[in-house]
């Protein structure tokens, strides 16, 4: 076998029946049939999976560890996640944690084309953490998001994301949406002398969304949010490549609907494909996520791997101004912190409790 890749799954099973069923996993992943039909020498010693290694690691479940071409994947995004979880995810008893990539992944996808410390320069900040929070609900016209978006601004945010259920909908339209919020926190940042960015969010098909970029484009608008599951990998990739200058914050919409470790597709993969940041669930949030997957998941993020720059780990979901310390002494400075509706329940006190949150997480020593 030529280049490669490692594939490592969590299989629930019995001590006898192990290594049957990761042979089976390993046909599975890579030609689907029963290897024995194979005349060809060369998918044979070539493309056929291997196992790589089994290690109990109690409970019923065992560490599999699959060895798979890496020609097999064509070195495209779609491909790849086929190669490593296609048609083994429909099992239940099977979760995909792990992987390992040879180099070509690397200079195929590219990763993050700005990163953390992109992000940082971008609103002028230094070593410290980055503040965000989102334009919800969904049923507000532009005007209102608008306003609401300028308010936010005034209050020092580094970003402002669109919540990701926005998308083209009748009572927000896509372009009007993103020029009035664009024009909104423009005029916030003159007063304040800021640099807060808004990242609209795409949806729709690849025409769709490069008509989206464009729009974004035209209102001086240099950072996205985007949800690479719900869009589709191969999308996304091409979204980043076709717009380096850009900046991508990644949403992990769907990403429970799939045995896939958050680490791994929310940290590693997303990365890999382009994420400079990636929005997650925090622990103690509206999602179960424990602190040891926080804490690996913003690991995968950062960490020094293939070459690539660190994607900034952005937690979420029900977070409050109340938990900033906790989190800034849990992550670190490279993180961007996302408070929502604790900020926008503040009502006519948004503002004064947007700076308070700003005021909070640059005072925490870092």
């Not at 005349?39 to 290690?55: K, N, T, Y």
């Not at 990644?250 to 994420?275: D, E, N, Q, S, V």
Request: proline share 7%; aromatic share 6%; with cysteine.
């Amino acid at each position: 076998m030529g280049p490669s890749l490692v594939v490592v799954y969590h299989v629930q099973s019995t001590a006898a029946a192990i290594e049957a069923r990761a042979r089976a996993i390993a046909i599975e992943q890579s030609v689907e049939m029963p290897v024995e039909a194979i005349a060809d020498p060369h998918v044979l010693a070539d493309i056929v999976g291997r196992v790589d290694g089994i290690e109990d690691i109690g409970g019923g479940e065992f560490r599999v560890r699959i060895r798979l071409a890496a020609a097999t994947t064509g070195f495209e995004a779609g491909q790849l996640l086929n190669m490593l979880f296609g048609n083994t995810s429909i099992h239940s008893d099977v979760a995909l944690v792990d992987f390992e990539l040879p180099g070509q992944f690397a200079d195929r996808f590219g990763g993050p084309r700005h990163g953390v410390a992109g992000l940082r320069h971008r609103v002028g900040a230094g070593h410290r953490a980055l503040t965000c929070s989102a334009l919800k609900p969904q049923g507000l016209p532009p005007t209102a998001l608008a306003l609401l978006a300028e308010r936010l601004a005034l209050g020092g945010l580094d970003f402002i994301k669109d919540d990701h259920g926005l998308a083209d909908q009748d009572y927000s339209p896509f372009a009007a949406r993103v020029a009035a919020v664009a024009a909104a926190v423009n005029a916030a940042n003159a007063v304040t002398g800021g640099a807060t960015r808004y990242a609209p969010s795409l949806s729709g098909d690849l025409d769709h969304l490069r008509r989206q970029v464009a729009v974004a484009r035209d209102n001086g608008v240099d950072t996205l949010l985007a949800a690479p599951m719900i869009l589709g990998l191969p999308a996304f990739v091409a979204l980043v490549a076709e717009n380096p200058d850009m900046a991508f914050i990644t949403h992990p919409a769907m990403a429970g609907a799939t045995a896939i470790a958050p680490p791994l597709l929310l940290g590693r993969l997303f990365r890999l494909l382009g994420a400079d940041a990636t929005v997650f669930p925090n622990h103690g949030g509206r999602f179960g996520y424990s602190p040891s997957v926080c804490r690996d998941l913003a690991a995968a993020a950062r960490d020094p791997w293939l070459g690539l720059p660190g994607c900034l780990p952005v937690p979420a979901g029900g977070m409050t101004i109340r938990r900033v310390p906790e989190m800034l002494d849990f992550y670190g400075p490279d993180v961007m912190l996302l408070v929502g509706g604790n900020l926008l329940a503040a009502g006519p006190g948004l503002t004064d409790e947007t700076a308070t949150f700003v005021r909070t997480v640059r005072q925490h020593g870092y």
